[in-house]
């Protein structure tokens, strides 16, 4: 069968993660990205992961303090800033960004255009050579929807000879099911 949006997601992670390497959940939410990052890097690498929301650091924290995990650092910050958290000179292998609100939560606390293109710029020129970024999209909202047609607008202008970049989406499913989007950095 052909895997969902979010199991695909996953499996370009497992793909491209090495124990050892540095990773980012840029969308923390309630830190399932984050528990599959944490395992994928294993306790010689470390996974910084980002939320806005006091909720999702609190949700988070109880599954990584139930599991004894110490190789996470949980971030209240927006991704658009998570640059400025990491150590000087640090290179990324990957990043995930589960993009919209939080399952549960409040719809209006969602991910945007402008904060959601400053993150990926910013991660982009600190990932490593064949690191990947990977966005799940959802175009169910209003807000996703403009969010997913300005970053895959963004995702076209990569230059080939740098970036590939990779789509995969359902397109006779209804109810808007969510998409991803995978840019994978040729060298750095
Ligand atoms: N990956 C999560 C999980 O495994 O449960 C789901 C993420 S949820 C779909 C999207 C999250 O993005 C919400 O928790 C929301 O608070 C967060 N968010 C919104 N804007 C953000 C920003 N600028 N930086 C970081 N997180 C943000």
Known sequence: MLKTALHFSHQLLTECINPGNIVIDATMGNGHDT??????????????????????????????TAQAIQNTTLIKDGHEHAVNHLPENTKIKAAIFNLGYLPRGDKHITTTSDTTLT????????????????LVLYSGHKEGMTEKSDVLTFAQTLPQDMYS??????????????SVLCIEKKRA
């Open 165 to 178: 970049v990779l789509t995969y989406q359902f397109i006779n499913q209804q109810n808007n099911p969510p």
């Open 119 to 134: 993150a990926i710029n910013q991660l982009l020129s600190i990932l490593e050579e064949s690191g990947r970024l990977i």
């Open 35 to 64: 528990l599959f990052l944490s395992e994928l890097v294993g306790y010689t690498g470390h996974v910084y992961a980002f939320d806005i929301q006091d909720k999702a650091i609190e949700s988070t924290k109880k599954k990584i």
